[in-house]
């Protein structure tokens, strides 16, 4: 079985920063992009950023400059360092890898369970 598991949500004031991290474990052959989503109350579940195995990034226009992206091939894992965070950033915000679990086998996507982020003085 394959598990993402996120970590270091949580509470801060707006300008603050925080860094989540995101381990990937299980039976896992190869990892393709991995990203971050947030999903905000009433919201839809929005792309933050995405890196590539060879570390190429996107990132949502809203979070440009603020956020970076970055991964480690040989830990299976994903953060997000997120700076000069605004109360409109708060969500809940969801790791997801694309990945095989045998060579050969069909590319999945699996997502991690989120973690809340709150922006909030």
């Known amino acids: 079985q394959v598990q993402l598991v996120e970590s270091g949500g949580g509470l801060v004031q707006p300008g603050g920063s925080l860094r989540l991290s995101c381990a990937a474990s299980?039976?896992?052959?190869?990892?393709?992009?991995m990203g971050w989503y947030r999903q905000a109350p009433g919201k839809q579940r929005e792309l933050v950023a995405t890196?590539?195995?060879?570390?190429?990034?996107n990132y949502a226009d809203s979070v440009k400059g603020r956020f970076t992206i970055s991964r480690d091939n040989a830990k299976n894992t994903v953060d997000l360092q997120m700076n000069s965070l605004k109360p409109e950033d708060t969500a809940v915000y969801y790791c997801n890898a694309q990945l095989q679990v045998l060579y050969g086998s069909i590319w999945r996507v699996y997502w991690g369970q989120g973690t809340q982020v709150t922006v909030s003085s």
């Open positions: 890196i590539t195995s060879g570390g190429g990034t």
């Open positions: 299980g039976r896992i052959f190869s990892i393709g992009f």
